[in-house]
């Protein structure tokens, strides 16, 4: 088994290294990508307070006329994807691939239903006759919850990625780096709506 690089590309200061600050899931790429995205969700939920601050009538009214159950059936969706993607890892761990795989469609599946259950979302607000044009609520509400949308849309290409790679022979229980970033991101993207959900559909 491979040694960990130590002092990785020279930049980091020691502390930071594995021996001394222990292990960190996935990869520094993916934690560059995360921290990046955190970054992105941080600027829209300032967006978001600053814009409740001016319009606090709006912002009051906005939460009634979203379809919240669509929002709840969205966040079980979202939770149990994280279940099986946590179940995913634990099955890679002790090199079970068959039952590794099986998790990661379950996981996929979610993400392929959150998607089809928010184009149903936008498509009824629409009839509504709601559109991010309509007030400052569903200005920041669509900035928040297309971007959202997007990051689950690729991350669900990723995992059919990850899938065929585990096909392939690419992850076991002694590596499986690949996998263990693609969850990390998964997970932060369900924690992403997590905090989406109750300043959009539940404050009043």
């Not at 993400?111 to 400052?136: C, D, M, P, R």
């Not at 669509?142 to 059919?160: D, E, K, P, Q, R």
């Amino acid at each position: 088994m491979s040694q960990p690089i130590k002092n990785s590309l020279g930049i980091f200061p020691k502390s930071w290294s594995e021996e001394h600050a222990g292990r960190i899931p996935g990869n520094i790429p993916i934690w560059v990508g995360i921290l990046s995205e955190l970054t992105e969700f941080g600027i829209f939920f300032a967006a978001y307070f600053i814009a409740k601050f001016y319009y606090p009538e709006i912002f009051a009214q906005g939460p009634q006329s979203l379809h919240t159950s669509l929002g709840v059936t969205n966040t079980i969706v979202l939770l149990s994807s994280s279940y099986f993607m946590a179940k995913a890892m634990s099955f890679i761990r002790i090199n079970n691939k068959i039952k590794c795989e099986r998790y990661l469609w379950l996981a996929l599946s979610c993400g392929v239903l959150y998607l089809i259950i928010k184009t149903w979302e936008f498509h009824w607000n629409t009839l509504q006759g709601f559109s991010a044009n309509t007030n400052e609520f569903f200005t920041v509400y669509y900035y928040m919850t297309f971007n959202h949308f997007i990051h689950v849309g690729w991350a669900s290409c990723a995992i059919l990625w990850v899938i065929f790679r585990l096909r392939r022979g690419a992850y076991s229980s002694a590596e499986h780096s690949g996998l263990e970033a693609l969850a990390v991101y998964w997970h932060m993207i369900d924690l992403m709506w997590i905090l989406i959900f109750p300043l959009l559909y539940v404050l009043r």
